[in-house]
Nanobody, 114 residues
Framework: QVQLVESGGGLVQAGGSLRLSCAAS????????MGWYCQAPGKQRELVAS???????GYADSVKGRFTISRDNAKNTVYLQMNNLKPEDTAVYYC????????WGQGTQVIVSS
């Protein structure tokens, strides 16, 4: 069974930084376009950033220039570097395959105080 384990969230002041990590099983991760998603209270989950197996990236307009997605294929891990955080970035962050998602993990909570 595929397992996604997100970590790295926390409480940070506006303008601060966090680095999220997501580890997945090799069979699921290898060759997959991976995405980071966020879900704020009362809102639907939405895509924040994605990265192909070859490293091509895409970002939501709201995070362009502030967030960077990367992956380590040897470690089956995808990362999200979050800089210049804003209170509106407060959400639970999840990772999953962009086009063939599996069961969602527990996510990691990010809280940005003003």
């Amino acid at each position: 069974q595929v397992q996604l384990v997100e970590s790295g969230g926390g409480l940070v002041q506006a303008g601060g930084s966090l680095r999220l990590s997501c580890a997945a099983s090799r069979s699921f991760f290898s060759g997959s376009t991976m995405g980071w998603y966020c879900q704020a209270p009362g809102k639907q989950r939405e895509l924040v950033a994605s990265i192909t197996s070859l490293g091509s990236t895409g970002y939501a307009d709201s995070v362009k220039g502030r967030f960077t997605i990367s992956r380590d294929n040897a470690k089956n891990t995808v990362y999200l570097q979050m800089n210049n955080l804003k209170p509106e970035d407060t959400a639970v962050y999840y990772c999953n395959s962009r086009y063939a998602p599996t069961t969602w993990g527990q996510g990691t909570q990010v809280i940005v105080s003003s």
